[in-house]
C-alpha cells in the first residue's frame, strides 16, 4: 500500500522549550520536586514524546486521568512515579494492580476499595475548598487513610491563576495543616500558577500542567515561559474577490474593495474554534493575514493582501502564542492545547 501523503496541517513541536518551561518551574519550586501533569494526551501535544522529553529532563513524577491514560505510557516510566488523579472505581482495580501507576484516592469508598484489593503506594487528594475531587479533612481525622501505604497527600488550588484571591492562602493552610496527620512523606498543591504564588505554596512537589506547554495565566510567568506548539496550515487555494462580495458560512463577512483570500486546510475539527472568526491570523514570515469571516469544520478563509507572493501549497504559521490567542477566540488557554486533535502531523524541532 502507498505511504499517506504528508497532512495538510502540521503542529511544530518545540521540545527545548518545554524542556526549557520544565527547567523554569523546577527552579521556580525551590526545594520541593517539580512533577508533570500530562492527562489529556500530553494536553494535545502527544503524551509519549511529552513524557520521554521531560524524564530525560529529569521529571520523575508524572500524572494522568484515567487508568487508559496511564497504560498508553506505562512502559516509559523507568522507575518515576505515575498517578492517576480519578482514582479508583471497582472496574479499574485488576488494572491498577496490574499497573506500574498508583491512584489518587479521592473518597473514603476508593480508599476502602484500594485496602480491600491489597494495593500497594497510592496518593490521596484531600479537597481544601475546591469542591471538585478530594477526602474532606474529616474523613483523614477519621482514619480513611489508615492502612495504605500512602506516598503523597496532596490539594488542588481553585483560584491559583487569581494571585492575590485569599482564598489560595486559606487552601495553603488547610493543607499545610494536615502535615503529619497521614503516614504521606509528602505533601503537593501547587499547578502552573501556583507554582508561581511562592515558596510557601510549593510544599514538597508540584504539578504543573499548563505552563510546561506554553501557558502563561500570570504575570510571574510572562518571562520564563515559551511557547511549545505551532500550527501551521497548508494553502489550498487562492482567491480574487470584489467589493460587495462575501466570505464563508452565513456570509458574515463582507469585502468593501477588491481583495485576496487564501483558503487554509485548518477548522473548528482541529481546535481552531469558531472563536476565531474574524479574530484570528496567521502569517507567512513577517506579514499577519487575518481571520476573514467564519472558521469552517475544515477551513479557515485568510485575507493576503498584504503578501502577494503566497501560493497554493505554501504553508502560513497559525497565531497561536496561548495568551493572545486565547484573548482572541474568548478559549481558554487549556481549550487551545487539549482540542488541537488528530489531524496534525506533529513535529518535534
Ligand atoms: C490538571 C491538574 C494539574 C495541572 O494544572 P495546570 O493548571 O495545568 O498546571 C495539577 N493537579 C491536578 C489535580 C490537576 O487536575
Known sequence: MAESPPAPLRLKLDGEALAGNWRALDRLSG???????IKADGYGLGVRDVVRRLRDDGCRDFFVATWEEAADIADLMDGAALTVFHGV????????????????????????RWHEAGGGACDAM?????????????????????????????????????????????????????????????????????VALGADYAFDLTRPGLSLYGGVQVEALAGPIRQVAFPEAAVIQRRA??????????????????????????????????????????????????????????????????????????????DYALPAAAEASGLSQYELLTGLGRRYQRQWI
Open 89 to 112: 472505581r471497582e472496574a479499574d482495580i485488576a488494572a491498577a494492580l496490574g499497573s506500574p501507576a498508583r491512584p489518587c484516592l479521592n473518597t473514603p469508598e476508593q480508599a476502602k
Open 31 to 37: 526545594t520541593a520536586a517539580c512533577g508533570a501533569a
Open 241 to 318: 474577490i470584489g467589493p460587495g462580495e462575501t466570505v464563508g458560512y452565513n456570509a458574515t463577512f463582507t469585502a468593501t474593495a477588491p481583495m485576496e483570500l487564501a483558503i487554509l486546510n485548518i477548522g473548528y475539527a482541529d481546535g481552531y474554534l469558531r472563536g476565531f472568526s474574524g479574530t484570528g491570523s496567521a502569517r507567512f514570515g513577517e506579514v499577519a493575514c487575518p481571520v476573514v469571516g467564519r472558521v469552517s469544520m475544515d477551513l479557515i478563509a485568510v485575507s493576503v493582501d498584504a503578501a502577494p507572493e503566497i501560493r497554493e501549497g505554501d504553508w502560513l504559521a497559525i
Open 126 to 194: 484531600v479537597d481544601t475548598g475546591m469542591n471538585r475531587l478530594g477526602l474532606d479533612p474529616a474523613d483523614i481525622a477519621g482514619g480513611a487513610l489508615e492502612g495504605l501505604a500512602l506516598e503523597t497527600l496532596m490539594s488542588h488550588l481553585a483560584c491559583a491563576d487569581e494571585p492575590d484571591n485569599p482564598a489560595n492562602a486559606a487552601q495553603r493552610d488547610a493543607l499545610a495543616a494536615l502535615r503529619g496527620r497521614t503516614r504521606a512523606d509528602r505533601l503537593s498543591l501547587a499547578n502552573s500558577a501556583g
